[in-house]
């Protein structure tokens, strides 16, 4: 049971350059979400999809687009990459769907990102 | 705005000792509580929850207690260890349609 699945685990990009960061997971989760970590600002929601077929802006989401694809898979696009979006993106899912109370949430290992 | 907080950035204890760590909150909606472990190079760990409707929950070497009153929440590690030398996070949601809000995080060094 791999559990959630974040690709890949490291790159660097040229600023104006787009890239897509994948993630799955095979708990059959309803909910996903996108975070990024930065040094002293903790963990910050991109976007979160609460369910197949919806996707919504958390904290943070300029700059950034999401797919949910299926049940399973949830991807994080930069469109064109600025060295603020230098990071670590985490993806995460939780059983919970929309609504009060997310309940626990499985994180991947994360992915860093260096913007040059 | 709402925020989730945490007291101190580093904590520095002896292995063995026990450790407390701190987390303030202030949407006093929040009714959901879970404490996240992070290693280096690696995601969260669930370690954790409480509901609003308890003050007290243990799991093995680990106690989180919650005063609503004052909105604060900690996280008692017995008898530290060395794996236990991390990044934790406190989080929290409440109310409908939220989603967790985390704490900046603090380091726990465990020393010899």
């Known amino acids: 049971n791999a559990g959630v699945t974040q690709t890949p685990k490291f790159q660097v990009l040229k600023t104006g350059q787009s890239m897509t960061l994948q993630c799955a997971q095979d708990?059959?989760?309803?909910?996903m979400y996108w975070y990024r970590q930065d040094p002293g600002m903790g963990l910050r929601l991109i976007y979160y999809s609460a369910s197949e077929g919806t996707t919504d802006k958390g904290e943070v989401p300029n700059g950034y687009n999401v797919s949910r694809l299926n049940k399973r898979e949830f991807s994080l696009r930069l469109e064109s990459a600025a060295p603020s979006q230098t990071s670590v993106y985490f993806c995460?899912?939780?059983?919970?769907?929309?609504?009060?109370?997310?309940?626990?949430?499985?994180f991947g290992e994360g992915s860093r990102l260096t913007v040059l | 705005g709402e925020s989730v907080g945490l007291h101190l950035p580093t904590l520095s204890v002896q292995e063995g000792d026990n450790s407390i760590i701190n987390c303030a909150y202030s949407n006093s909606a929040s009714d959901y509580f879970i404490w996240y472990k992070q290693e280096s190079g690696k995601g969260p760990q669930f370690i954790i929850d409480i509901r609003s409707n308890m003050d007290k929950r243990q799991g093995q070497r680990v106690t989180v207690l919650l005063n609503k009153t004052v909105k604060h929440l900690s996280l008692q590690i017995a008898a530290t260890q060395p794996g236990d030398s991390a990044v934790y996070f406190c989080?929290?949601?409440?109310?409908?349609?939220?989603?967790?809000?985390f704490g900046k995080g603090i380091t726990l060094s465990v020393r010899p």
């Open positions: 708990m059959n989760h309803n909910s």
């Open positions: 995460a899912s939780s059983e919970g769907g929309s609504g009060r109370g997310t309940g626990e949430l499985f």
């Open positions: 989080a929290e949601t409440g109310g409908a349609n939220s989603k967790l809000t």
